[in-house]
């Protein structure tokens, strides 16, 4: 009988430490998920940093995208001074609507009133587990090429809105 | 859609008729589907002149093609907003492939049909070698900043030319709303590229994700950091450096 009793709580210590272990395992699982969780996000965009800085000064600085070319068409010829404000254009993805502001006859800022915001994210897309994909940094290339892929909706939109506000502010 | 057309035919036997065939088709597709046009069966229907029951056969079948896309992607496609329809994110790629199939009943095999920048190639270009496309840059329009070649599939973008930095929820000056300026989609054919591209880059960052979970496609997105991310299988129709 007396052999029994300590052979008895040698069971219990193993039971326990059987316990312990899968106690901490389990809690490391959740500590990992939650971990993740938050900071999946980061660990794409700090992965994306480095070729950035990177890059040649030139090729960090946007060159001539549509809205400086409104400028420099705008500053030959002279608009009054005043708010505008375009018109609601469609943009597919929503309605897009700017407001141009002219000081000293040119154009000095260009804002946005209203612009497609209702990229809901779903539940679903969320859930599939994220894949990892290959990031880089976007670098001009030799224009030998048959033809050209590129956006319409939103610029075209855009490019109207603006004109129409440009329209009201001639002199 | 009021947008620029481009078909190139590599190859003899294409005459003026056979092209001017396949502008009239664009022309007539744009007279039924232009939101901007008064006369348009979309401007009617969105007027209550119109039912669709009376629409229409190829009023009917985009009606069917985007309630089809909407619910393949939750609701991220949808032709209906505030009680108007507006189908230009789904006809745009559905008009390019049947004007390519006009061609290709007339026995050609190497061309490609552009539209507002997607296009449908089928065969080679006239050197010989797969079809050569420019993905355009988002930060300058002058600027290609990706070149991929491609052949009997269709390639479509979406996305903006507005410098992200400027485009801020107007509620909260310190939100940005756009980060995802551009989305490139290579599919089987264009009118899949278009449809998908469209509902893709509506998701945000999420697009190129929904985009590498669907089989047959890739894509390329490129974000207001000047970063682009691309799909596992992308790289294939890459070209560097003028080699394949």
Known sequence: MSKSQPQRSFNLNLAINKFLLSAFVVFAFIAYVIHQHFTGANDTQSASSPPVSGLPASQLQPSAPGLNTVNQSAASSSYKNGTYTGPQIDAYYGMVQVEAIVQNGKIADVQFLEYPNDRRTSQRINSIAMPYLQQEAVQAQSANVDMISGATLTSQAFMMSLQSALDSARN | ?244
């Open chain 2, 1 to 244: 859609m009021g947008m620029p057309v481009t078909v190139e035919v590599n190859g003899s036997g294409v005459t003026e008729f056979i092209l001017d065939e396949v502008f009239s088709y664009f022309e007539t597709i744009d007279e039924t589907f232009s939101t901007y046009k008064d006369h348009s069966e979309i401007s009617r229907l969105n007027r209550h002149e119109l039912e669709l029951k009376d629409a229409s056969e190829d009023v009917k079948t985009i009606f069917a093609l985007a309630e089809e896309t909407r619910l393949s992607t939750d609701g991220f496609f949808d032709i209906q907003r505030d009680g108007l329809y507006d189908p230009s994110g789904i006809v745009k790629g559905w008009a390019i492939f049947n004007a390519a199939e006009i061609l290709r009943r007339r026995g050609f095999e190497n061309f490609y049909v552009e539209a507002g920048g997607d296009i449908q190639a089928f065969g080679v270009n006239p050197q010989g070698q797969e079809w050569r496309v420019g993905i355009r840059s988002p930060f300058n329009m002058a600027e290609i900043v990706k070149v991929i070649s491609i052949s009997n599939c269709g390639v479509a973008t979406s996305g903006t030319y507005i410098r992200g930095q400027h485009i801020y929820n107007p509620n909260n000056r310190d939100e940005l709303i756009c980060d995802v300026l551009s989305l490139t989609v290579i599919g089987p054919d264009i009118y899949e590229a278009d449809r998908f591209a469209t509902a893709a880059f509506a998701m945000g960052r999420d697009g190129i994700l929904f985009i590498e979970n669907l089989q047959g496609f890739e894509g390329y997105m490129i974000d207001q950091n000047r970063m682009a991310t691309h799909t596992t299988g992308f790289e294939r129709y890459v070209i560097h450096d003028g080699t394949h």
